[in-house]
Nanobody, 122 residues
Framework: QVQLVESGGGLVQAGDSLALSCTASGRSFTGLGMGWFRQAPGKEREIVAATYSGGSTYYTDSVKGRFTISRDDAKNAVYLQMNSLKPEDTAVYYC????????????????WGQGTQVTVTP
């Protein structure tokens, strides 16, 4: 059974930082995409950042320069360092992973964590 478990969410003030962690179990995701989505109340779920084989990364425009995604394949883990947080970053953050190369290339993730709440106050 594949499981992705997130940790590191919390309540912070604008300008603060948080570091999210996600550890996968049940299979290895080496060579496949892993990343983070988020969903705020009343808004659609959006991709925040992703990392792929070869060290390539993707960030949504709103977090570029503030967030950094990284991974440790030996630990089957992916991380998201979030700096200079803004109230608009408030959302449930989900760790995601892809089971195939095709899904990785299209950010069509089929494994999802339970989510961790990030709340940023003004």
């Amino acid at each position: 059974q594949v499981q992705l478990v997130e940790s590191g969410g919390g309540l912070v003030q604008a300008g603060d930082s948080l570091a999210l962690s996600c550890t996968a179990s049940g299979r290895s995701f080496t060579g496949l995409g892993m990343g983070w989505f988020r969903q705020a109340p009343g808004k659609e779920r959006e991709i925040v950042a992703a990392t792929y084989s070869g060290g390539s990364t993707y960030y949504t425009d709103s977090v570029k320069g503030r967030f950094t995604i990284s991974r440790d394949d030996a630990k089957n883990a992916v991380y998201l360092q979030m700096n200079s947080l803004k109230p608009e970053d408030t959302a449930v953050y989900y760790c995601v992973a892809a089971s195939t190369v095709m899904r990785s290339l299209t950010n069509d993730y089929d494994f999802w964590g339970q989510g961790t709440q990030v709340t940023v106050t003004p």
